[in-house]
């Protein structure tokens, strides 16, 4: 009876294994892509699914270009340009139209707070409104003011509108920025415009070719934003395609990017939307969808491209993304296979949403368990450190919140935690560091004082008397000589040969392992990076290209300027030269390690005291060696300089050319395989 009994126990359980597999299945298989976050130095990391599809609506539109989700109403207004109108999805019920013997090419549509619906229409170039039943209230096109620009075309491709009535319009080609306009479509001004930027290979070139060549090549004009929507607050936030710094912009009622954060951001985005909690959602032409917190954080990053299977989720070409209120819901728009796919949140992204509202309030105690639950699940997520790190802080359990503000990568909170767990140690150890001090004082007094008496440490002078007379560590040592003594010390180096090319050599990798130790050997606030994630060699490199470069380039201006320096003079000049920095350097980034934010002008003028004795000492060296005047030595020094960016000029050149005649060849030689 007992076996039959613990037998049927057995069976049941096989079967809710069975029936929990089955059930767990569908709902890890229905994202057919990845979902990411950001994690440590930026990276993107693999996440649970925040957002899973959840069905495609499939609507007679022919490459819908924008979306609308009007809250009050739950209705989806979708600009349809192939077929010249707006079209209004309700759950449940027929779709509606709008505009059909009106518009042109609609290409964005906007619901205002008095129920008006704004749309912007690429093919009669107006902004045309409708009431909610679809009948035509006004439209006005291009702006007469003069301000607007007589060149200026008016092409507008997506609008929006505030809650006093103001319109802000993308108009294709408005190197300006956004059009703001009245209600009576009277122009008010630009706001929002981008910038240009200039790569170095552009800057090469600018200086190189000639005018015609500048102007075929040359665009130096800033890209119009892509796309605006408002938040609840009335602020203007746009994405921009082809860019990617500053590619999404919050602004502020001047103008002004208020985002403060460097999450990585595509730079073909298409479209934008923010839900009622400030946070931010962008799509790309491939699909990846990103969502970001009110700062600029990377919260999710989904979707993509799906060009074989009609998945859902997964894009042909995305147009157009909006998003209900409460960020549950989010419709994104394929204008290739003409459908919207629907994707609704998980409790994973419930959660994060959750945590990321009760973090902009202040509330770091009261969501600490939600990012401890969040951080099981998923310990790369950035975001919950920095949330757990300020509700450590808060509770003043200092080094908890030091651990979790490095996690975050937040170095003002890490130095605020820093400078309380300091001022701590301090406040308990005052009076050993006062006596410890003293008796170091005292101690060295007591010790001098046997010395000119009894000679106790007389074993320790031979030792270093003997050590000093090794010609090699003399050679070295003569570089305390040149921090002193300058003048005095090019004259030795050139007549006495009190410094050699092996010397200098000691010291030159000397300088190239400090430059790898000052890596590891800087405090956390004051390190450019991760030291683990970090490529020495490239480090390395930066520091001993250019010396040489120096080298050679001083002595070859030298011998046509009347220069008395030998290539080796120079070479060990220049090594010597830096003797402030290859001293001083090292003992400044351990102090960094016991100093905060608030000190950190003392690492900084260090640093840059120490910089610069040595280029005040390489200046000496150069007009002590050549025997110049102080004109000769500017004159020099200037060639110099000169000399080392043209010879980079050339190598880059030379290496740019060499890539192209790679590919040039590469091209044949497939061609060649194609043809066989």
């Not at 069905?55 to 989806?76: S, Y």
């Not at 706001?191 to 190189?208: C, E, H, Y």
């Amino acid at each position: 009876m007992k076996k039959k009994t613990v037998g049927r126990w057995v069976l049941l359980v096989v079967i809710a294994c069975f029936l929990l597999v089955q059930i767990s299945a569908p709902a890890m298989a229905a994202a057919p892509y990845q979902t990411g976050t950001e994690g440590p130095g930026g990276m993107i990391v693999g996440t649970q699914t925040a957002y899973e599809p959840d069905g495609m609506i499939r609507l007679d539109v022919n490459q819908p270009a924008d979306l609308f989700h009007d809250e009050p109403t739950g209705k989806l207004y979708i600009a349809d340009p192939g077929n010249a109108r707006i079209v209004v999805y309700e759950e449940n019920n027929a779709p509606q139209t709008i505009g059909e013997d009106v518009l042109s090419n609609p290409s964005g549509v906007y619901v205002a707070a008095d129920r008006l619906v704004y749309v912007a229409d690429y093919g009669l170039k107006q902004i045309v409104v409708f009431d909610e039943q679809g009948k035509l209230v006004k439209q006005f096109g291009r702006p007469e003011e003069p301000i607007y620009g007589e060149k200026n075309d008016f092409a507008p491709k997506k609008v929006a509108v505030d809650k006093r009535g103001n319109i802000y319009v993308i108009s294709e080609g408005s190197i300006n920025g956004v059009v703001q306009l009245n209600n009576e479509g009277q122009f008010l001004g630009y706001v929002g415009a981008n910038r240009t930027s200039l790569s170095m290979k552009m800057l090469i070139q600018r200086f190189i070719f000639t005018e015609g060549q500048k102007a075929q090549l040359f665009k130096s004009t800033p890209p119009s934003p892509t796309s605006i929507v408002l938040d609840y607050q009335g602020l203007l936030y746009t994405v921009t395609n082809g860019i990617s710094s500053d590619g999404i912009k919050k602004l502020n009622i001047v103008g002004d990017n208020i985002l403060s954060s460097n999450s990585w951001t595509s730079d073909s985005m298409v479209d934008i939307d923010v839900d009622a909690g400030g946070n931010i959602y962008t799509v790309d032409v491939n699909g990846l969808i990103c969502v970001y917190d009110s700062f600029g954080n990377l919260l999710f990053m989904f979707g993509g491209g799906d060009d074989k299977y009609e998945r859902q989720g997964l894009f042909k070409s995305a147009s157009a993304i909006d998003v209900t209120d409460s960020g549950r819901t989010l419709y994104v728009a394929d204008k290739e296979r003409n459908v919207i796919n629907r994707y609704s949140i998980t409790p994973f992204g419930t959660k994060v949403y959750e945590g990321v509202d009760q973090y902009k309030q202040g509330l770091y105690v009261q969501s600490e368990d939600i990012w401890k639950e969040i951080l099981k699940m998923n310990s790369y997520f950035i975001l919950s450190y920095n949330s757990l790190a300020e509700s450590y802080f808060k509770q003043n359990q200092n080094g908890k919140a030091l651990e979790s503000f490095r996690m975050a990568e937040d170095k003002e909170g890490y130095s605020d935690a820093f400078w309380k767990i300091r001022n701590d140690w301090l406040q308990q150890n005052i009076n050993v560091v006062v006596y410890t001090v003293f008796a170091i004082i005292v101690a060295s007094y007591v010790i001098r004082t046997l010395h000119r008496r009894y000679r106790v440490l007389q074993p320790f002078v031979r030792l270093r008397n003997r050590l000093a007379e090794i010609k090699l560590v003399k050679e070295i040592g003569f570089m305390f000589y040149f921090l002193k003594h300058p003048i005095d010390a090019v004259q030795e180096l050139k007549e006495r040969k009190r410094a050699t090319v092996r010397s200098a050599t000691v010291l030159y990798v000397w300088l190239l392992l400090l430059q790898v130790i000052l890596v590891y050997a800087k405090g956390y606030l004051f390190a450019s990076g991760d030291p683990d994630q970090m490529d020495l060699l490239p480090i390395m490199l930066t520091t001993a290209v250019p010396l040489l470069f120096w080298v050679v380039m001083n002595y070859m201006v030298s011998t046509i300027s009347d220069g008395e320096g030998k290539l080796s003079e120079v070479y060990i000049g220049t090594v010597y030269a830096l003797s402030p920095y290859l001293i001083f350097a090292l003992p400044i980034a351990l102090i960094s390690n016991v100093l905060t934010y608030n000190e950190k002008f003392v690492y900084d003028y260090s640093m840059m005291l120490i910089q610069g004795w040595s280029l005040l000492l390489v200046c000496i060296m150069v007009k002590e060696l050549h025997d110049y005047t102080f004109r000769q030595t500017v004159r020099n020094l200037f060639l110099t300089v000169f000399g080392i960016v043209l010879a980079a000029l050339v190598i880059f050149l030379l290496v740019l050319l060499f890539n192209q005649e790679v590919e040039f060849i590469q091209t044949i030689i497939q061609e060649m395989r194609n043809r066989a």
